[in-house]
């Protein structure tokens, strides 16, 4: 895929000057977790129980976990938790465009997130439980590419802006299982209570859709070894169609990501 080999370069740069910067940091408590992410993206798009398009392709992210104690009375700590992520890449597209013209061709997506939330941690030695709940705000492009049907009609590409703010509640919880190793995993529902994709249609111009959000899974799964967390995950984002404006609507949309997360807990 076009630029995703330099983009990754550049988020492994700056992880490793982070990581650099932050190993003397830490020693007053808090946890500081730089970590890159190789995620395997899917996008569909609905209408009428008929499936328009599906993007598939990988995304990469570079990002920083915080958590600080901010209260402890043995063996329980009121966590605050924060999380900051950029992210982008190209995915392959197959599907229909505005004109509904089948089309195969490629959508950039670059964005960033951010999380803040808190947590009650019940550490009883050799594991932890710690219901949690966050407040979250997403924002992204999402860059259609010009393309050029089979019968060779052409189609221009086109960018949509993306922002939803969403809650998440769940909980984490980990396991020691020898000297330095930990089995860890997370696991909940996130909800967007705000959603929206501001597009500049070709026929009647710039247009700002609500879509509906929807309740999705996620969950997380992996092992710590020291201060290395190697993890797996999975974030699920449904959104329902918006109501009609100008004679269009963003349809029914769901979003799948599959990570494979490396981090260094300082």
Known sequence: MRGQTGLFLRIGIAFLLLAGTLETACAAG???????????????EYHAARRLLKETGPLFAGGLDLALPVYRQAPNSLMIESRHEVFGGYVDYDGET???IPVKTEVSYVGTRHEIGAGWRHDAGGWTLEPFTSLGYRWW????QDATSAN????????EYWQTGYLKLGGRGSCQVGPKFQVTGEAGATYPF?????VKLKSVGPTTFS??????????AGLRYGGLRVT?????FRFGASPLKKGFLQPEST????GLNLGWTF
């Open 141 to 144: 492009f999402r860059g259609l």
């Open 98 to 100: 505005q004109e509904q």
């Open 211 to 220: 879509p509906e959000g929807l309740w999705s899974p996620f969950a997380q």
């Open 30 to 44: 808090p946890e500081i977790t730089p970590y890159l992410s190789a995620q395997y993206f899917t996008w569909r």
């Open 255 to 258: 979003s799948d990501l599959i």
């Open 232 to 236: 797996v995950s999975y974030e699920g």
């Open 194 to 198: 705000y959603a929206s994709n501001y």
């Open 152 to 159: 060779g009609q052409p189609s221009q590409g086109y960018t």
